[in-house]
């Protein structure tokens, strides 16, 4: 480019920054980052708002508004993708008194929270183990009329069923999923089976470990532990090897070879912790 006489724009240069911070050479971001303010071009909104996020994934807040600071001073208005990266940034250093300073901000200048901003709170509120607030946020979201993900229904999910929280309202939510026509994804289903085991209800686990199988899908990530454990104090401890044969025989070898490691692994732990003079 250089060679032919042509500058490289805004957009290259942004490209090259984000391209140096994913490979973690954050000096050589900078640097450029500078010289585009020294030489020019000069730094746009995504421009800075890549440094901001980076400086909140590394948990440096201050400098994140430092950076936010003086992208305002060189005229340069923040979006709302700036704005949710200085909200995630908060609530991960767990400053949720910044968050709600950042959420007025952004109504005062203008500038309204979209999908993700709401998906990011609610993940958020999710994460630090507050359903009620993650459900307060989700009720606003769809108040606004912005139409929710399947990102955020399973982290709904996830915000009911983690600990001793609501398991209604977390079967509420996958059936509101389902009434708004939003199909689940793999993680959708990982979560609400562990859900069930949670909540020592292994019966329906079984029933949507067969559906998401028959709908093609691999092997849920889900305490098997609890799962087989709960079925062997229902009279039932054979129940992954059944399982295993089960999709075995409707030709899912691979999803069928996980059932049946499982199993092996719960024979091998009963054998172990039978008394040897038995």
Request: net charge positive; aromatic share 10%; proline share 5%.
């Given at each position: ?127 630090r183990n507050m359903p009620d607030d993650a459900a307060r946020i989700y009720k606003k979201m769809i108040k606004k009329g912005l139409e929710p ?26 059936e509101e999923m389902h009434q708004r026509g939003i199909c689940p994804d793999v993680n959708s289903y990982t979560v609400f089976i562990n859900g ?83």
């Amino acid at each position: 480019m250089l060679e032919k006489g042509m500058d490289p724009d805004v957009v290259v240069h942004n490209t090259m920054i984000e391209g140096l911070l994913r490979g973690q050479r954050r000096p050589e971001a900078v640097k450029m980052f500078e010289l585009m303010k020294a030489k020019g071009p000069p730094p746009n909104v995504w421009t800075y708002t890549m440094l901001i996020r980076d400086h909140c994934k590394q948990g440096k807040m201050d400098m994140a508004m430092e950076c936010f600071e003086e992208m305002q001073e060189a005229k340069c208005q923040p979006d709302v993708a700036t704005y949710t990266c200085l909200l995630v940034g908060y609530g991960n250093a767990k400053q949720m008194d910044r968050v709600t300073a950042v959420l007025e901000e952004m109504t005062q200048k203008g500038c309204p929270p979209d999908a993700r901003t709401y998906n990011a709170l609610i993940k958020l509120l999710t994460n630090r183990n507050m359903p009620d607030d993650a459900a307060r946020i989700y009720k606003k979201m769809i108040k606004k009329g912005l139409e929710p993900t399947i990102h955020t229904y399973n982290m709904m999910m996830k915000s009911y069923f983690v600990g001793d929280s609501n398991y209604a309202m977390g079967c509420a939510v996958w059936e509101e999923m389902h009434q708004r026509g939003i199909c689940p994804d793999v993680n959708s289903y990982t979560v609400f089976i562990n859900g069930h085991i949670r909540h020592g209800r292994p019966e329906e686990a079984y029933k949507y470990i067969e559906e998401m199988i028959n709908k093609g899908m691999k092997a849920p990530q889900i305490d098997y532990n609890k799962f087989a454990a709960d079925f062997s104090k229902a009279g039932k401890p054979d129940i992954l090897f059944e399982l295993a044969q089960k999709v075995k025989f409707a030709g899912k070898l691979d999803v069928s070879n996980v059932f049946y490691q499982w199993a092996d692994r719960m024979k091998s732990r009963v054998k172990r912790n039978v008394p040897s003079d038995w």
